[in-house]
C-alpha cells in the first residue's frame, strides 16, 4: 500500500480506518515532538537539512531528497508489503499462518522484545545529540541528522506496535520509551551500549559501524517473526539501517585513509607525529574498534539463554535470514559454546542444546559481518605500502554479558588477572588521554566542501550532489 502523506501520521496501514488508534498516536505524537526538542539534536531545529524521507515501501523510489527542517520531517508508520499466506517459519509453530494478532500467551515475551528494540531508537538520538556542535563537514552533519530523524521513526514503528496490539499496557510502554534516558542515573535505557557517551565523531562512525550492525541482526532475526506486524516493520526498518552503517563504514574509511596521508607525507609511523600534525594515528583507530565492537557484542544477550530459547521455540524470533538454514527446529540440534575454566585457567567448551544457543548463533554471524569493513580498511592500509593491520578483538574481550563476563582477557582472547588487565587496560582501550586528543580535534567545520583535518573527503556525495553542496543550510 502506498504511504498517505496527507494525513497527519503519514501510513500505510490505513490509520484513517481505525479512528480509535489514530486518537492514540496523535495524543503520543506531541509527546514525541517535545522529546525531539528537548532530547534530540541540540540546535539546528530551524535549517534546512538536505535529508531522503520514505514515499514508498518498496525496494525502489522508497526515497525522496530535499530541504527539511528536522521537527518537521513525516515521521510516519510504514510497514513492508504483506506477504499473502505467509506461514511461520521456524519453531514449535512451524507451517502455521502467521499471526495477525497477539497471540494471548506470548503477549509479555512479545512486549518485552518490542520494547526493548524499540528503547534503543530513541537512546541513539539522545546520544548523539551535542554531535552536531563539532561536526568535521556539512556532509558528515546531514548524515548525522539522516541517522537521527531514521532512528526517531524506527520509533515510531515500534510505538505504532505498541499501540495497535497491545492494549493500555502498549500505550504505557510507549510513554515510558520517552522517559528513559541514555546515561540518566534513575532512569537509563536498557541495553548498556546505550547508555555510553557518543561525544567525539570517531565514536559516532564507530557506533554506526557497529552498533547499528547489532541492529541490523536483532531486525533480521525480528523480520522472521511469527508475530506478522512485527515482521513487516522490521523488514523495512532494515532499508533505513543500510545507510547508518554506511555511515559508519566509510567514516573510519575517511580517519584511517587521512592517517595514512600524513604517515606517507612525514614518513613516518610514528602515533605522536600522526597526531602531531592533526591526524588520528591507526593505534588509536584501533582502540576505539575495541571499545565498540566488545560493547556491541554484549547486546546479542548471554551465549546460554533460556529466554532466547523460548524466543525461537515460540516462533517469535528467528535466526538471521532463517531461510538459508536447512534445519528449522532445532529441538534435537546442539552448538558448541566456549566458556573459561577459572580454577584451571582453560578455556573449555560445552555442547548446550542450539535453542538456547541462538543468541551465539547470531552474534557469530554478526562478528563475520564486522570482519567484512575491518578487510577494506585494511586493503587502504596495503594499498598506502603500510605495515599495519586493524583486527576485531576476540569476542572474550571485555565483556559483561554472557560466559566471560566475569574474567578478563586480552584483545587476542588469552586470559588476564584483573590486576593485569587494570595495569594494561589503556594499551587496548581509549585512554584518558587518548579521548582527550579526540576531543582536542573535534573543532566545527561547516563551511560547504570544507573538511576538519583529521578525515577525508568522501569520494562522492549525497544522491549525486557534490561533496562541497549545503548539505544543511546554517
Ligand atoms: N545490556 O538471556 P539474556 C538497534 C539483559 S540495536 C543490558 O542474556 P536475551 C539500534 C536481558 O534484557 C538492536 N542488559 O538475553 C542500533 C535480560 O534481562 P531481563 C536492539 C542486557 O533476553 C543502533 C537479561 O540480561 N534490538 O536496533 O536472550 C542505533 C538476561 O537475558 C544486555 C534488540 O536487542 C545488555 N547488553 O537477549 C539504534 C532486539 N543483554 O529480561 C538502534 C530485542 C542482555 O531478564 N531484544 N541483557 O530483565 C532481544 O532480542 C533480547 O532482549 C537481547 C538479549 C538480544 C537484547
Same mark, same amino acid.
Given at each position: 500500500?502506498?504511504?498517505?502523506?496527507?494525513? =497527519?501520521?503519514?501510513?500505510?496501514?490505513? $490509520?484513517?480506518?481505525?479512528?480509535?488508534?489514530?486518537?492514540? $498516536?496523535?495524543?503520543?505524537?506531541?509527546?514525541?515532538?517535545?522529546?525531539? @526538542?528537548?532530547?534530540?539534536?541540540?540546535?539546528? $531545529?530551524?535549517?534546512?537539512?538536505?535529508?531522503?524521507?520514505?514515499?514508498?515501501?518498496?525496494?525502489?523510489?522508497? &526515497?525522496?531528497?530535499?530541504? /527539511?527542517?528536522?521537527?518537521?520531517?513525516?515521521?510516519?508508520?510504514?510497514?513492508?508489503?504483506?506477504?499473502?499466506?505467509?506461514?511461520?517459519?521456524?519453531?514449535?509453530?512451524?507451517?502455521?499462518?502467521?499471526?495477525?494478532?497477539?497471540?494471548?500467551?506470548?503477549?509479555?515475551?512479545?512486549? =518485552?522484545?518490542?520494547?526493548?528494540?524499540?528503547?534503543?531508537?530513541?537512546?541513539?538520538?539522545?546520544?548523539?545529540?551535542?554531535?552536531?556542535?563539532?561536526?568535521?563537514?556539512?556532509?558528515?552533519?546531514?548524515?548525522?541528522?539522516?541517522?537521527?530523524?531514521?532512528?526517531?521513526?524506527?520509533?515510531?514503528?515500534?510505538?505504532?506496535? %505498541?499501540?495497535?496490539?497491545?492494549?493500555?499496557?502498549?500505550?504505557?510502554?510507549?510513554?515510558?520509551?520517552?522517559?528513559?534516558?541514555?546515561?540518566? &542515573?534513575?532512569?537509563?535505557?536498557?541495553?548498556?551500549?546505550?547508555?555510553?557517551?557518543?561525544?567525539?565523531?570517531?565514536?559516532?562512525?564507530?557506533?554506526?559501524?557497529?552498533?547499528? =550492525?547489532?541492529?541490523?541482526?536483532?531486525?533480521?532475526?525480528?523480520?522472521?517473526?511469527?508475530?506478522?506486524?512485527?515482521? @513487516?516493520?522490521?523488514?523495512?526498518?532494515?532499508?533505513?539501517?543500510?545507510?547508518?552503517?554506511?555511515?559508519?563504514?566509510?567514516?573510519?574509511?575517511?580517519?584511517?585513509?587521512?592517517? %595514512?596521508?600524513?604517515?606517507?607525507?612525514?614518513?613516518?609511523?610514528?602515533?605522536?607525529?600522526?597526531?602531531?600534525?592533526?591526524?588520528?594515528?591507526?593505534?588509536?583507530?584501533?582502540?576505539?574498534?575495541?571499545?565498540?565492537?566488545?560493547?556491541?557484542?554484549?547486546?546479542?544477550?548471554?551465549?546460554?539463554?533460556?529466554?532466547?530459547?523460548?524466543?525461537?521455540?515460540?516462533?517469535?524470533?528467528?535466526?538471521?535470514?532463517?531461510?538459508?538454514?536447512?534445519?528449522?527446529?532445532? @529441538?534435537? &540440534?546442539?552448538?558448541?559454546?566456549?566458556?573459561?575454566?577459572?580454577?584451571?585457567?582453560?578455556?573449555?567448551?560445552?555442547?548446550?542444546?542450539?535453542?538456547?544457543?541462538?543468541?551465539?548463533?547470531?552474534?557469530? &554471524?554478526?562478528?563475520?559481518?564486522?570482519?567484512?569493513?575491518?578487510?577494506?580498511?585494511?586493503?587502504?592500509?596495503?594499498?598506502?605500502?603500510?605495515?599495519?593491520?586493524?583486527? $576485531?578483538?576476540?569476542?572474550?574481550?571485555?565483556?559483561? /554479558?554472557?560466559?566471560?563476563?566475569?574474567?578478563?582477557?586480552?584483545?587476542?582472547?588469552?586470559?588476564?588477572?584483573?590486576?593485569?588487565?587494570?595495569?594494561?587496560?589503556?594499551?587496548?582501550?581509549?585512554?584518558?588521554?587518548?579521548?582527550?586528543?579526540?576531543?582536542?580535534?573535534?573543532?566545527?567545520?561547516?563551511?560547504?566542501?570544507?573538511?576538519?583535518?583529521?578525515?577525508?573527503?568522501?569520494? @562522492?556525495?549525497?544522491?549525486?550532489?557534490?561533496?562541497?553542496?549545503?548539505?544543511?543550510?546554517?
Amino acid at each position: 500500500m502506498a504511504i498517505d502523506y496527507k494525513t =497527519r501520521i503519514p501510513n500505510n496501514v490505513d $490509520l484513517d480506518g481505525n479512528r480509535r488508534l489514530q486518537r492514540a $498516536l496523535e495524543s503520543w505524537q506531541p509527546h514525541y515532538i517535545d522529546w525531539w @526538542r528537548q532530547m534530540g539534536p541540540d540546535r539546528f $531545529l530551524e535549517n534546512d537539512v538536505y535529508l531522503r524521507t520514505a514515499t514508498s515501501v518498496d525496494a525502489k523510489g522508497w &526515497a525522496t531528497y530535499g530541504a /527539511v527542517k528536522m521537527p518537521d520531517y513525516r515521521w510516519g508508520i510504514f510497514l513492508a508489503d504483506a506477504v499473502p499466506d505467509r506461514r511461520i517459519g521456524f519453531g514449535d509453530h512451524k507451517g502455521e499462518p502467521a499471526w495477525q494478532e497477539v497471540p494471548g500467551e506470548y503477549r509479555s515475551i512479545l512486549r =518485552r522484545l518490542i520494547v526493548t528494540q524499540g528503547d534503543t531508537e530513541p537512546a541513539s538520538v539522545e546520544q548523539q545529540r551535542m554531535l552536531g556542535h563539532i561536526c568535521p563537514s556539512l556532509y558528515d552533519l546531514r548524515n548525522l541528522f539522516q541517522v537521527n530523524v531514521e532512528e526517531g521513526r524506527h520509533l515510531w514503528a515500534m510505538v505504532y506496535l %505498541l499501540h495497535a496490539h497491545f492494549g493500555r499496557d502498549g500505550r504505557e510502554e510507549a510513554e515510558e520509551l520517552l522517559q528513559r534516558h541514555s546515561g540518566d &542515573a534513575d532512569k537509563p535505557r536498557i541495553l548498556a551500549t546505550f547508555n555510553e557517551p557518543i561525544d567525539d565523531w570517531l565514536s559516532f562512525f564507530m557506533f554506526c559501524y557497529f552498533t547499528d =550492525r547489532d541492529g541490523k541482526f536483532q531486525l533480521k532475526c525480528l523480520a522472521e517473526s511469527g508475530f506478522d506486524p512485527l515482521a @513487516r516493520t522490521c523488514r523495512f526498518m532494515l532499508t533505513e539501517e543500510a545507510h547508518h552503517m554506511f555511515v559508519g563504514d566509510t567514516g573510519i574509511q575517511r580517519v584511517t585513509k587521512r592517517a %595514512l596521508e600524513v604517515m606517507n607525507e612525514l614518513g613516518t609511523d610514528d602515533p605522536a607525529a600522526v597526531r602531531e600534525q592533526g591526524a588520528i594515528d591507526l593505534p588509536t583507530i584501533q582502540k576505539y574498534i575495541n571499545f565498540w565492537f566488545s560493547s556491541a557484542v554484549d547486546l546479542f544477550g548471554a551465549d546460554i539463554s533460556s529466554n532466547a530459547a523460548s524466543y525461537f521455540a515460540d516462533g517469535l524470533k528467528g535466526r538471521p535470514d532463517e531461510g538459508r538454514y536447512e534445519d528449522h527446529d532445532c @529441538r534435537e &540440534a546442539f552448538f558448541t559454546v566456549e566458556g573459561f575454566d577459572a580454577a584451571k585457567g582453560k578455556i573449555v567448551t560445552e555442547d548446550v542444546p542450539m535453542r538456547k544457543a541462538m543468541n551465539a548463533v547470531v552474534r557469530n &554471524a554478526y562478528i563475520a559481518d564486522c570482519a567484512i569493513g575491518v578487510k577494506r580498511w585494511n586493503r587502504l592500509i596495503t594499498k598506502a605500502g603500510q605495515d599495519f593491520e586493524l583486527r $576485531l578483538p576476540s569476542p572474550r574481550f571485555r565483556r559483561d /554479558v554472557g560466559v566471560w563476563a566475569d574474567f578478563q582477557f586480552d584483545p587476542d582472547g588469552n586470559p588476564l588477572s584483573a590486576e593485569e588487565w587494570a595495569q594494561r587496560k589503556d594499551e587496548w582501550i581509549p585512554s584518558p588521554d587518548d579521548r582527550a586528543f579526540i576531543k582536542s580535534l573535534m573543532q566545527p567545520v561547516n563551511k560547504p566542501g570544507k573538511m576538519a583535518g583529521w578525515i577525508a573527503p568522501p569520494d @562522492r556525495g549525497i544522491n549525486n550532489q557534490p561533496v562541497d553542496y549545503e548539505y544543511v543550510r546554517l
